[in-house]
């Protein structure tokens, strides 16, 4: 089982997502748990402060220091299992980030809020991840999108694993089109080659449209794919058809 633990000012964010869909059924088959924590049940004070005024002046408040670190104190888990801090400021989070976290018992996400964290509580984590190159209005959406991502890739959490095996970006590709029922729709046929039944010329025209998709929209994960001598010469007969 891998436990997640969300240190966060808003726990019912995170227990409304985690409590649908396939993440919910990830904990009700008990191969994922996840575990809300609110800082301000660890202030000392009696109005349960999380926040302050910053050093130095400016807009806009700043998280203490004190209720994070008491909070994350009082998590049983590993000691050496990974705390994530979700910032702007972070490494992008990536399927291979996702695919390595996904080997751990036990994951500590801290959520902020406001203008941000005081800058003692980066001292906690042990990796800072962004989720993009943008700004919200607090860390949950970013906390849930390292659950989805995460707990998805336990083995027996999504129905039928083999289908998380051939997604976008587990072997450096974006995956091809898929389709289904009505053959026709709307003037929009679905290709022979994937009705005919001949598995191989189908895995060869998905490994094709992958590549082509791919080279299309991200060609930059192209230099870290994992690619063999066929993917290659396909490439390159894109490239000599766009210089054509």
Known sequence: MLNFHIITLFPELI????????????VKAGKISVHTYNP???????????DDTPYGGGP???????????AVESIARPADSPILLMTPQGK???????????????????CGHYEGFDERIRS??????????????????A???????????????????????????????????QYTKPVEFRGMSVPE???????????????????????SIRPDLLA?????????AYILSLKKQIES
């Open 124 to 141: 906690l984590a042990s990796h800072e991840f962004s989720i993009g190159d943008y700004v919200l209005t607090g860390g949950e959406l």
């Open 193 to 215: 080659i994937v009705r005919n039944g001949n598995h191989k010329a189908i895995a060869q025209w998905r490994r094709q449209e992958a590549l082509k998709r791919t080279f």
């Open 224 to 232: 870290e794919a994992e690619l063999d001598e066929v993917d290659e």
């Open 60 to 70: 806009g408040m700043v998280l203490k220091p004190e209720p994070f670190y008491a």
């Open 92 to 110: 992008r989070f990536s399927y291979k980030e996702a695919n390595s976290l996904a080997r751990n018992s036990d994951i500590t996400i801290l």
């Open 15 to 26: 227990a409304a997502y985690c409590s649908t869909s396939i993440i919910g059924r990830g």
């Open 143 to 177: 906390a849930l999108v390292v659950i989805d991502s995460v707990g998805r890739l336990i083995p027996g959490v999504v129905g039928k694993h083999v289908s998380v095996k051939n997604e976008s970006f587990v072997d450096g590709l974006l995956e091809g089109p």
């Open 40 to 50: 301000r049940d660890f202030c000392s004070d009696s109005y349960r402060k999380v």
